[in-house]
């Protein structure tokens, strides 16, 4: 093609090369090992020197696919697949640094990633400092001498703040700092941080990439030379994504684009349903202009993602009372399915911080998190509002 191809083109037709069966559709690869025609060719390819699968704790056809799609949709120039999306937190941080080392991370990110930067890292020596969003003026004095990494996520999760990837881009090449970006919620359809100065870009497959609710999965893209360093701590750590996990999120890209249009149509247009209902304090969506940072999420996001936040009167007791009314909406801890999800985050995924540090992050008791799948919109809508009028 004479012109770089759209991202829903991409998807769709970036592939590894065939097999010399001549398949239209990618095959899975279910083998732990390769073959080589000779001695040569195997010491070649464990020296690299030439490219090749060697084992799938290395590489595998299947997550090789799905690397060189998502890298395409991210604009980044090398990726990994892992065997879900924490263990591509975890090897985006512990990869790249060493002990003694800091990290600047937002405040506001997901439960388990939370839990790395208090109790995993600091048993090796990686020490942490959150900085709030809403005064960035202030991250200048967090930077320590120490200080070689940001990790940031936005929309953040589930409060759906948002991060300006341009400001903290910019402050990541002042300070000589990796800028790590976990891109889950907006996925490479709706933003890509790599433009706005993202190193690394990590993602939780498991949730829209997927989109239906059926495999683990995590990657990390994101510059070649970083890449590598995390390559070689995942070839010897282990965290390897399966063939058929692979298989599926690579099939999974074909439809990433379509999927994303009908999760934010249907999302924005819930949110303007029930943004004035008397039995909710508040409505947050990036795309509402009542969103604290809607200009900005207009900025850098294509749409405004599949996710909303609903605060119900009545805190905790309401909350519960709430879900155990719906009917069709699922409950669970998982986002980004083709079906709508409720979850509840201040007694599940969000549960292991204090009271204090939930309140820092805007999880208050009665906070909703409402994953719209791609259910008829009345539909969602009318379990929504009917389950708010019996939990009175």
Request: with cysteine; hydrophobic share 40%; net charge negative.
């Amino acid at each position: 093609m004479s012109s770089k191809p759209h991202f829903e083109t991409q998807a769709i037709r970036i592939a590894a090369s065939k097999s010399n069966q001549r398949e239209h559709s990618a095959p899975i690869y279910l083998s732990s090992s390769f073959t080589f025609d000779n001695a040569e060719e195997a010491r070649q390819m464990f020296a690299e020197e030439i490219p090749g699968n060697i084992y799938s704790r290395y590489a595998n056809p299947n997550s090789t696919d799905l690397i060189l799609k998502v890298c395409a949709a991210e604009g980044t120039e090398d990726g990994l697949a892992t065997a879900s999306g924490m263990a591509a937190m975890f090897g985006s941080i512990a990869a790249l640094l060493q002990q003694g080392d800091h990290i600047l991370a937002s405040r506001s990110l997901f439960g388990s990633t939370h839990q790395l930067l208090t109790r995993v890292f600091p048993k090796w020596g990686i020490t942490s400092t959150y900085g709030d969003i809403s005064d960035i003026s202030n991250w200048e004095k967090l930077v320590q001498p120490n200080t070689k990494m940001i990790f940031i996520e936005t929309p953040s999760n589930p409060g759906l703040e948002i991060i300006d990837l341009e400001w903290v881009g910019k402050f990541a090449a002042a300070h000589n700092l990796i800028l790590v970006v976990d891109n889950c919620f907006a996925t490479p359809y709706l933003q890509q941080p790599a433009k706005w100065g993202a190193h690394i870009v990590t993602h939780s497959a498991t949730k829209y990439i997927d989109g239906q609710g059926r495999v683990l999965g995590g990657l990390i893209l994101g510059k070649a030379d970083l890449i590598k360093e995390v390559q070689f701590f995942n070839r010897h750590t282990g965290p390897s994504l399966s063939p058929f996990n692979a298989w599926i999120l690579a099939k999974s890209m074909e439809t990433l684009a379509v999927r994303m249009d009908r999760h934010c149509e249907s999302a924005l247009n819930i949110a303007q349903y029930f943004e004035n209902s008397q039995d909710l304090d508040f409505v947050k969506y990036p795309f509402l202009p009542s969103h604290p940072q809607y200009d900005l999420a207009k900025k850098q996001m294509k749409l405004g993602g599949g996710i909303i936040t609903l605060t119900l009167k009545g805190g905790i007791a309401r909350a519960q009372r709430f879900i155990d009314q719906l009917e069709m909406i699922s409950v669970t801890a998982n986002l980004g399915d083709s079906r709508s999800i409720i979850t509840h985050p201040a007694s599940t995924t969000h549960s292991k911080l204090t009271e204090e540090e939930r309140a820092k992050v805007g999880i208050s008791d009665g906070l909703i998190r409402l994953s719209v799948g791609l259910e008829h919109v009345d539909d969602i809508k009318l379990d929504v509002e009917r389950a708010l009028a019996l939990s009175r």
